[in-house]
């Protein structure tokens, strides 16, 4: 079982503390996994310790895990331990994890509450459809002899087809809720079905496009500091993004730089980079860039939350919005014939 995005963010940046204090790697996992709550991760990371006492690397040892650990930490991991950087290359994998977190739980936040409502008022409709409906109808049609309101028609109408194929109702809400609990369940990852859910909502583009960019800087300043050659660290921030076009254009600029060519001349044609970052890497030596990425990352995990924030309040809105308009629709079509008959017999009398 995937451990909790607590527990994983944890474990990187406890590593990270003990690596870049030189602890020796398998000490540091033992020690990390005698002091882990979780009783089925402990036993992965004390197997991660066994694994890198007898030889090893992390990122192939991490790898025989796949249900505990993501695609992109082996491939972080095994960027750090080519380039000399792993003590820093583990606090990057925490904060992005962090960044993650923050993400999904924002989202889990807005939607509970419409979910939860909106599952109970099916739920509700459902069972009035079925052992309500049918019987006021009759008696309430009997009473018009110009036709029921449309919108109670169309009830009533709705109502025949439930009782008609209850069964096969119920199972298609409860299988609605199972899927629903289950995308909501599911540990993090670069393809769990929430951050599928996630990418797919208005306006969560802006979120990742400068995720995206974060993660990016981030792995260019920790590889730059250590003496990468630039095309290299390029080409390396390229094969470690979620964005085909960042990745592209973050190729296309390692390419100018193994052919001599200056990389403020073939900015221009990057698209897909943000021109913050774009800026950087084209005024700044390499001396000053892992400084100044470090800020642009910054920046851009800023940008990231600022959008988180606005994004959730809009998602928020229409989500109970929707929530509104269903639930108000439906005691609307219940009450609409009780309210037309009550108006009928005032007339008559």
């Known amino acids: 079982m995937k451990p909790k995005a607590d527990e994983l963010i944890e474990f990187f940046h406890q590593l990270a503390l003990l690596v870049r204090a030189n602890m020796p790697l ?6 990390l996994a005698g002091n882990c709550r979780n ?17 090893l690397p992390l990122s192939d040892a991490v790898a025989r895990h796949g249900r505990c650990f993501d695609t992109f930490h082996v491939q972080l991991l095994r960027a750090g ?30 939607a509970a509450y419409p979910v939860l409502t909106v599952s109970m008022a099916v739920a509700v409709l459902l069972l009035v459809l079925r052992f309500l409906f049918p019987e006021l109808a009759a008696t309430v049609q009997d009473m018009y002899e110009n036709g029921v309101p449309a919108l109670s028609g169309l009830l009533f109408a709705a109502a025949d087809w439930v009782k008609a194929y209850w069964w096969g109702c119920v199972a298609v809400y409860l299988t609605a809720v199972g899927a629903v609990i289950w995308v909501f369940a599911a540990r993090p990852g670069s393809n769990d079905p929430l951050r599928r859910c996630i990418r797919a909502l208005p306006g969560a583009q802006r979120i990742f496009a400068n995720h995206d960019m974060a993660r990016a800087s981030g792995i260019l300043a920790v590889l730059v500091r250590h003496q990468t050659p630039l095309d290299q660290a390029l080409s390396t921030a390229a094969d470690l ?13 390692a390419a ?6 200056p990389i403020g001349r073939r900015v221009e044609a990057a698209h897909g980079l943000d021109p913050l970052l774009l800026s ?36 928020g809105s229409v989500a109970c919005t929707a929530m509104a308009l269903l639930v108000g629709a439906v005691v609307l079509a219940m009450f609409m014939p009780l309210i037309e008959l009550d108006r009928w017999l005032h007339v008559m009398g």
């Open 241 to 253: 993004t979620d964005s085909p076009g960042v990745g592209r254009a973050l190729r296309e600029l």
């Open 81 to 110: 331990e080519r380039s000399g950087t792993l003590g820093e290359v583990l606090t990057e994998i925490a904060r992005i994890a962090r960044l993650e977190h923050a993400l999904r739980t924002r989202v889990k936040e807005v």
């Open 256 to 261: 100018a730089v193994r052919s001599g060519a």
């Open 26 to 31: 398998p000490d540091s996992l033992a020690g």
């Open 280 to 315: 950087c890497l084209a005024h700044f030596p390499e001396n000053e860039l892992p400084g100044e990425l470090e800020q642009v990352r910054e920046a851009f995990t800023e940008r990231a939350n600022t959008a988180t924030v606005r994004c959730a309040a809009v998602w």
């Open 39 to 55: 009783p089925a991760f402990a036993h992965v990371v004390q197997q991660l310790a066994d694994d890198v006492a007898h030889g």
